[in-house]
């Protein structure tokens, strides 16, 4: 059965293979992005693009109206859209804390409450966060990151606890490190020394990720919700 598909921040990275994963799965996906043009690779799988800057109630409300007019109500929500501004503490600025926390945790709360109104009239529905291995562990340097990350975690657990009567289920993805433009920015001896730490020698490709997205909004997963799952190549054990 072909279901709506919303994925946030899905015009590269990992939001990217999530997309390409469900459309290429035969389901009617849309993508928001925030700045430039949807991929065309995703346009020639007949993917939705609507540009949508989640920290924007207006522009969330409207992308959902896009969304709804050409796919029908959201069934599947995937919030991966997310940002790193990384500083040691002294020289974070609240406007780097801020910015971190409005989009990764506000803009995602936003995002899943709007799709939550047709769920909860189908009394059913799918919602995966993308979090990080470092909402749980914790990273100098990225103290707003890792705020927002495990923000994330109590968030979905919550709503695991209060949509479960409804058939929703929401459930959180941990991915370590993934080989985007989020990483790309990790110098060589960083690298070095990361890949030190994850037992599987490597960083993730999106593609691992999405596999796990996949899964957890699939007919093999109807029983999992609240759980937190990590795609890290063991590196948050
Ligand atoms: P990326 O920077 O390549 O992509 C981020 C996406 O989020 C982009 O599509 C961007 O347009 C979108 N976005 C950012 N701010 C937005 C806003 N205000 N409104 C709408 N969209 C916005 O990063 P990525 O590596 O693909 O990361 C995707 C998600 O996975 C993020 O939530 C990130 O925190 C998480 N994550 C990434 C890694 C990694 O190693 N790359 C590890 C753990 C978790």
Same mark, same amino acid.
């Given at each position: 059965?072909?279901?709506?598909?919303?994925?946030?921040?899905?015009?590269?990275?990992?939001?990217?293979?999530?997309?390409?994963?469900?459309?290429?799965?035969?389901?009617?996906?849309?993508?928001?992005?925030?700045?430039?043009?949807?991929?065309?690779?995703?346009?020639?799988?007949?993917?939705?693009?609507?540009?949508?800057?989640?920290?924007?109630?207006?522009?969330?409300?409207?992308?959902?109206?896009?969304?709804?007019?050409?796919?029908?109500?959201?069934?599947?929500?995937?919030?991966?859209?997310?940002?790193?501004?990384?500083?040691?503490?002294?020289?974070?600025?609240?406007?780097? *804390?801020?910015?971190? #926390?409005?989009?990764? =945790?506000?803009?995602?709360?936003? @995002? $899943?409450?709007?799709?939550?109104? %047709?769920?909860?009239?189908?009394?059913?529905?799918?919602?995966?966060?993308?979090?990080?291995?470092?909402?749980?562990?914790?990273?100098?340097?990225?103290?707003?990151?890792?705020?927002?990350?495990?923000?994330?975690?109590? *968030?979905?657990?919550? #709503?695991?606890?209060? =949509?479960?009567?409804?058939?929703? @289920? $929401?459930?959180?993805?941990?991915? %370590?490190?993934?080989?985007?433009?989020?990483?790309?920015?990790?110098?060589?001896?960083?690298?070095?020394?990361?890949?030190?730490?994850?037992?599987?020698?490597?960083?993730?490709?999106?593609?691992?990720?999405?596999?796990?997205?996949?899964?957890?909004?699939?007919?093999?997963?109807?029983?999992?919700?609240?759980? $937190?799952?990590?795609?890290?190549? %063991?590196?948050?054990?």
């Amino acid at each position: 059965m072909s279901r709506s598909v919303l994925v946030t921040g899905g015009n590269r990275g990992i939001g990217l293979a999530i997309a390409r994963a469900f459309a290429d799965g035969g389901d009617k996906v849309a993508i928001t992005y925030r700045s430039g043009e949807p991929p065309e690779e995703l346009t020639a799988l007949g993917v939705l693009g609507v540009k949508c800057d989640i920290t924007d109630p207006e522009q969330v409300e409207s992308a959902y109206k896009e969304v709804e007019a050409s796919h029908g109500p959201v069934q599947v929500l995937v919030a991966n859209a997310g940002i790193t501004r990384d500083q040691l503490l002294l020289r974070m600025s609240e406007e780097d *804390f801020e910015a971190v #926390l409005q989009t990764n =945790l506000t803009g995602t709360f936003r @995002t $899943v409450k709007r799709a939550c109104r %047709g769920m909860l009239r189908a009394r059913s529905g799918r919602i995966v966060l993308i979090s990080s291995v470092v909402g749980l562990s914790g990273a100098a340097g990225q103290a707003n990151y890792a705020a927002s990350k495990a923000g994330l975690v109590g *968030f979905a657990r919550s #709503l695991a606890r209060e =949509l479960g009567s409804r058939n929703i @289920t $929401v459930n959180v993805i941990t991915p %370590g490190f993934v080989d985007t433009a989020m990483t790309q920015v990790v110098g060589e001896e960083r690298k070095a020394e990361i890949l030190r730490q994850v037992p599987l020698g490597r960083y993730a490709q999106p593609e691992e990720v999405a596999d796990a997205v996949r899964f957890l909004a699939s007919d093999q997963a109807t029983y999992i919700t609240g759980a $937190v799952v990590p795609v890290d190549g %063991g590196l948050g054990m």
